[in-house]
């Protein structure tokens, strides 16, 4: 993965998600669209729910680094070349549920 295609194929699109889904909240807000935010249990505010989820959007960065991917595509294409065996989830199954109360 080269530098523009880490810039293009996640860096942007994500920032770009990001904005939109602030922005959406930021719309509740603004035009006071904001009950279903809420469980309506006893004490919640909904206006207060909604702008919260708008901070948590503003402070949320879901931009994933260029190393990290790299080596996540290095281990997609070591278990499609069969380098690293997989242990099916139905194994571990059987095995936890041959355990005894051992645990």
Known sequence: ?????????HVIPTGIDT?????????????DRYEDYSLQIAGEDPYTECREWFWHYLNT?????????????????????GEIELIPFSSI????????GDV
Request: proline share 0%; aromatic share 12%.
């Open 1 to 9: 993965m080269n530098v523009a295609s880490y810039y293009l194929e």
């Open 19 to 31: 904005f939109r889904a602030a922005f959406r909240v930021w719309c509740d807000l603004i035009l």
């Open 61 to 81: 960065d879901q931009t994933l680094s260029k190393h990290f991917l790299e080596d996540l595509q290095r281990l997609v294409d070591q278990i499609d070349e």
């Open 93 to 100: 199954e059987t095995m936890l549920e041959s355990l005894d």
